[in-house]
């Protein structure tokens, strides 16, 4: 009955909009072929229109003899009259609606604020319209995502391009870097094995004198792919990746990709992981499942012993090995303890983790504990949700004090102040410790240096290994 009710109601009102009784508003329309005047009710345009309803409380609204008129250039007259019979009656009439008309209409509707309307749109440019959204989606791909609105038309897109890029890039003309870029950078791209698959498929046949042997690339058919394949490289959905994701597609590809951007991408990739939450399952990672820090804490702090603060190692490519001496929740939080068992050693890192927080502190010493020295190879650092601070220490900056454990820095960590099991961090205040629950020292050693024959033989054995739709070519040092 109540929907009965509302067809009426519908009715009535179109019979206002059709007969124009009573208005007192006009709506100059016009664009580069027409201009039209369309008669309407400030009262229902107020009720219906969020765009009228300020507009015609403000000064913008103007008035000759005994009606308000308004002017709009944005929108064709076409467009408008569809337009304002939904606005009467709630209803969008698609009869003759097609292609780049239908788009419009969409765009419209969204600056106007007709939300309700904006989700049927969508729905018919997908379904009723797709052969002409596909055709045209690249022509327009960059305003459908810089509207927040578009959300049904965006994730459309994205889930198809994401799924089957064989359908979406389905001829040369369809796929070039910059539209590939283009659809990168507005977010529009989802990058997984399908996907990457298909542009290192679509760089290599660029190039006719390459064979599908890899083995027989060489030097400079390989360079040549490089080049191709730089501009093709979606860095904002990489940068997006979960860090599983991005080393399976893209570590093996890291020699063809440009150093600098690559190495912020990785940067980028370690400190997402460096929460203490975060937990990587993965052969190269099984020495840390089941301790504070992970393969990528590892990582980042390999790289800055070796201050290599902006070219990070690839985590199989650590040159240490990370060996535990001490575990709290293990072996106690006595800095009696930390400093009979660690008292001797050379080249250890101390990790402490919060237990009000995910957060991690922690410091490198590549001295013993036994006496205060003064170093610029030490560093103190913390770990958090995309947070890998790092803090390098120069005059005392390793200190024995009693009643400690160990001590970075003046101010810098300071561990089990007076016995507590606490920190304190960055501060001269023991008001401002911190509890934490756990904390590990680890003991670092130089892992054997391969041998020529050895490093030889591995290098010959990668040179085999064929690229698939997903590699680029298989890992190499680098």
Not at 420 to 429: F, G, P, Q, T, V
Request: net charge neutral; aromatic share 14%; hydrophobic share 35%.
């Amino acid at each position: 009955m109540s929907y009965h009710l509302l067809a009426k109601l519908s009715r009535d009102l179109n019979k206002i909009f059709e007969t124009k009784a009573y208005y007192d508003v006009i709506i100059r329309v016009e664009d580069k072929k027409e201009i039209k005047e369309f008669q309407a009710h400030s009262l229902i345009l107020r009720a219906r229109v969020p765009y009228f309803h300020q507009y015609l409380q403000s000064d913008q609204a103007k008035q000759e003899y005994d009606k308000i008129v308004i002017t709009n250039h944005t929108i064709s007259p076409a467009i408008f009259e569809i337009i304002l019979k939904y606005i009467y009656t709630g209803r969008l009439d698609f009869l003759n609606c097609v292609g780049k008309q239908a788009l419009d209409l969409l765009f419209a509707a969204d600056d106007l604020g007709l939300e309700e309307a904006l989700g049927q749109i969508q729905e018919y440019l997908i379904y009723q319209q797709k052969d002409w959204m596909n055709q045209n989606f690249y022509l327009y791909h960059k305003s459908i995502y810089n509207r927040k609105s578009f959300s049904t038309l965006q994730n459309h897109f994205t889930t198809r391009i994401s799924t089957n890029p064989l359908e979406v890039f389905e001829s040369p003309e369809s796929f070039n870097p910059i539209i590939l870029s283009s659809l990168d950078e507005v977010g529009c791209l989802k990058l997984n094995e399908s996907t990457w698959g298909f542009i290192v498929n679509w760089a290599k046949l660029q190039i006719p004198t390459l064979t599908n042997q890899v083995t027989k690339w060489n030097k400079n058919d390989w360079e040549e792919f490089k080049q191709t394949l730089s501009p093709c490289i979606p860095w904002k959905s990489i940068m997006n990746l979960n860090w599983n994701d991005f080393y399976d597609l893209l570590i093996s590809c890291e020699p063809f990709l440009p150093t600098e951007k690559f190495n912020q991408v990785l940067l980028h990739q370690l400190k997402k992981e460096c929460s203490s939450t975060s937990v990587i399952r993965s052969p190269i990672s099984f020495q840390f499942n089941e301790t504070i820090i992970n393969i990528c804490h590892a990582t980042l702090v390999s790289s800055w012993i070796d201050k290599r603060d902006t070219k990070p190692y690839l985590p199989a490519d650590i040159p240490y090995e990370f060996r535990l001496v001490i575990r709290g929740r293990r072996d106690g939080f006595s800095p009696d303890l930390f400093h009979l068992k660690c008292g001797n050693l050379q080249k250890t890192v101390v990790v402490f983790k919060s237990n009000k927080s995910t957060a991690i502190y922690g410091g490198y010493n590549p001295l013993d504990w036994k006496f205060d020295h003064t170093t610029s190879d030490s560093f103190i650092f913390n770990f958090d949700f995309d947070t890998a601070d790092l803090t390098r220490l120069d005059r005392f900056a390793i200190q024995r004090r009693a009643g400690y454990g160990p001590c970075f820095g003046a101010e810098g960590l300071l561990a089990f102040p007076n016995g507590k099991r606490s920190i304190l961090w960055m501060s001269n205040d023991n008001s401002d410790s911190i509890p934490i629950i756990d904390y590990e020292v680890y003991q670092i050693f130089e892992k054997p240096k391969r041998s020529i024959n050895s490093t030889s033989s591995s290098s010959s054995s990668s040179s085999t290994n064929k690229p698939n739709n997903n590699n680029c070519y298989t890992h190499k040092k680098r």
